[in-house]
């Protein structure tokens, strides 16, 4: 039986206002109205659809969000705000290829807008386009080189073409901001491809310590802990991992556990007998 690590999480899709908030998904200045409310949506203006679409995404109604931002772009084939937004409503349903194809119309309207060619890296890596991932990361980066969450997507996409200078794009992100236990566990995840064992259980502990309820974290460190021949460690984290899948309602990451549990007190009993 050969254990596989939980694979790379990848980088929430991008937002600008470092991260946390899409800066996009801001209120765009409309004309004064005309004293009467409109009954007619036919009568919404592209900025009032934008705005509303804006306020349907904060609430996670994407049904809604992409036809206001649908309705925006009809109004304004060249707002590039809007296509970007209805990408991200794409991202968020996992219509990954739709979202590339209106982060790529964004990019057409503003070329200039890092967080497209971002989002679009990340679309990339989420339909295994390596190659593409990549170089609209190299763009974002070269538009934004202070945005770690860029070199954390080309960071997951070289490792997934076995290329080390992975290692280099998250300590890059890293730099730029520690807190992240993502960016430490998926560099930890290339340490282990790479079977350096003792960087990738420091990297896990390091995301353990930033995300204290991080079960894949526990999962992949109890996995190297195994590697190294720690069976007492292995299982010690292997059965805090099952104990936080179970609270998360992540029956296969509980099953997982088991199994891998299982495996490890086998392969003692095994070398007890011989």
Known sequence: M???AYSLV??????SMGGNIPMLAEEQPVEPLESRELSDEEELSGVEFYNRGVERLS???FNGAFSDFSSAIQRNVNSGNAYYNRAYVHHSLGNYRSAIAD???AIKINPQFADA?????YAYFLVEDFENAIADCDQAIELNPDNPSFYVSRGNARDELGIESAIADFNQAILLDDSNPQTYY????????????????EDYTQSIARLETFA???YNRGITYFQLQKREEAIQDL???GKLFQEQDNLKGYNDVQNAIEFVRQSELKDELS
Do not use: H, V
């Not at 060619?117 to 890296?121: E, K, L, M, S």
């Not at 998926?186 to 259980?201: F, G, I, K, V």
């Open 2 to 4: 050969k254990f596989i």
């Open 216 to 218: 894949k974290a526990y």
């Open 10 to 15: 990848g980088t929430s899709i991008l937002f």
């Open 186 to 201: 998926n560099r930890a995840l290339a340490y282990q491809r790479l079977e350096d064992y003792n960087q990738a259980l």
């Open 117 to 121: 060619y971002g989002n679009r890296c």
């Open 59 to 61: 609430s996670e109604d």
């Open 239 to 241: 059965e805090q991992a």
């Open 103 to 105: 982060y790529t119309e």
